[in-house]
């Protein structure tokens, strides 16, 4: 962990300042220059339009820890039959379907910039002016990222993609008070999503939404934990996530 580490971090949004896309990464420092050029042209490229401002942050930083990446199921049958089974499979304990529900809601309204929280109480928490929180300072340690895209390109055409929501879903479940996450894609013409835990992994969640459909994501967190602890995790903690763990399960 002596290296030196950055983060970097994109954010990119229409005239009403309405996000358009967004990009989390922590390199090493001889990285970060060509890095910064792809996530600009990504930015102008992003399906979801062309940005009226690009913001791109690089800040040194010193890594706090590591977290195990999450191991990947990759199921057969489409989303909307997975969700019952894994409401099935984590019972009480995980509301699959409150997460659910919770997720609905958010697609039928103006994208976040980050996450919405929802306790088991039922408390649909949007942090930050109801921008929601964003998971951050998350990144992979050396000489695994091509070995990781090309075992995930044996599951989706896609891998960059599901590669770096696997990253920011293993950082949120490692924190304390943190039980589950789904996500749907807010890409347009991306039907994808996926739901996590401890439990379950990475499961992906395939054509879950219309094309035209809006997306978002939703952290289930205990009652217990207070919310600043679960934030500066999220938020502010630097982690590289290490593969010991990882495996891609098909069913």
């Known amino acids: 962990m002596n290296d030196q580490w950055y983060s970097l971090r994109m954010r990119a949004a229409d005239c009403e300042a309405r996000h358009l896309s967004g990009y989390e990464d922590i390199l090493p420092m001889e990285e970060i220059p060509r890095a910064a050029q792809d996530v600009a042209a990504r930015a102008f490229g992003h399906v979801n339009g062309q940005p009226e401002s690009i913001n791109i942050r690089i800040d040194h930083v010193e890594i706090a820890g590591t977290f195990p990446l999450l191991p990947v199921c990759d199921p057969v049958a489409l989303g909307h039959d997975m969700l019952p089974l894994l409401a099935a499979r984590c019972g009480a304990s995980l509301d699959v379907m409150a997460l659910w529900h919770a997720l609905q809601r958010l697609a039928n309204q103006p994208p976040l910039r980050g996450a919405a929280l929802l306790r088991t ?5 949007l942090h930050g002016d109801a921008r929601g929180v964003r998971v951050s300072h998350f990144g992979l ?3 695994q990222r091509a070995q990781l895209a090309q075992q995930l390109a044996t599951i989706s055409d896609q891998p ?3 590669l770096e929501a696997l990253l920011l879903t293993s950082k949120a479940l490692a924190a304390p008070g943190v039980l589950a996450e789904i996500c749907l894609s807010d ?3 991306y039907p994808h ?4 835990s401890a439990l379950t992994g990475y499961v992906r969640l395939k054509a879950l939404k219309g094309e035209q459909s809006g997306g978002g994501r939703v952290f289930l967190i205990d009652d ?3 919310l600043t602890v679960i934030i500066e995790w999220l938020e502010e903690r630097p982690m590289l996530a290490t593969t010991d763990f990882f495996r891609i399960d098909t069913v």
């Open 121 to 125: 109480s039922g408390e649909l928490i």
């Open 141 to 143: 340690e050396r000489g």
């Open 160 to 162: 960059q993609r599901i």
């Open 187 to 189: 890409d347009r013409g």
């Open 193 to 196: 999503g996926y739901f996590a």
């Open 224 to 226: 217990a934990t207070p």
